[in-house]
């Protein structure tokens, strides 16, 4: 079994008003059953505003710290999932599944073999 990492993008800007974030938020919960359930599921998480990042880069022979996020855009990385599928379809139905629950994109990538447990 291959590690895909689904990864939820999301837009900049407030959240959604709670009629429209609580419905998605239970199609998510079923998601992550459903996921669970099928034994696809390896761990999620979701991340805090892009403006709530630290970025650490090194320079010469010193490391810099700024303020986040890395990358400036109209949209920002709001959480992912690391799965088991068998094969880039398996992981592609379950990208299928998190897009109609969260209504938004959802980039699906296999990670490098042996970079999960």
């Given at each position: 079994?291959?590690?895909?990492?689904?990864?939820?993008y999301?837009?900049?800007?407030?959240?959604?008003?709670?009629?429209?974030?609580?419905?998605?938020?239970?199609?998510?919960?079923?998601?992550?059953?459903?996921?669970?359930?099928?034994?696809?599921?390896?761990?999620?998480?979701?991340?805090?505003?892009?403006?709530?990042?630290?970025?650490?880069?090194?320079?010469?022979?010193?490391?810099?710290?700024?303020?986040?996020?890395?990358?400036?855009?109209?949209?920002?990385?709001?959480?992912?999932?690391?799965?088991?599928?068998?094969?880039?379809?398996?992981?592609?139905?379950?990208?299928?599944?998190?897009?109609?629950?969260?209504?938004?994109?959802?980039?699906?990538?296999?990670l490098?073999?042996?970079?999960?447990?």
């Amino acid at each position: 079994m291959t590690h895909y990492l689904l990864t939820i993008y999301q837009p900049d800007g407030e959240p959604p008003a709670p009629e429209i974030l609580e419905p998605i938020m239970k199609n998510v919960a079923a998601f992550q059953e459903e996921l669970r359930a099928a034994g696809a599921w390896v761990f999620n998480g979701g991340l805090h505003p892009p403006d709530t990042a630290t970025v650490v880069r090194a320079q010469d022979d010193d490391v810099l710290v700024t303020d986040g996020p890395y990358l400036e855009g109209k949209e920002h990385v709001g959480g992912f999932t690391v799965i088991r599928a068998a094969d880039l379809d398996e992981a592609l139905e379950w990208g299928r599944k998190l897009t109609r629950a969260t209504t938004l994109p959802i980039e699906v990538r296999p990670l490098v073999d042996g970079s999960c447990g």
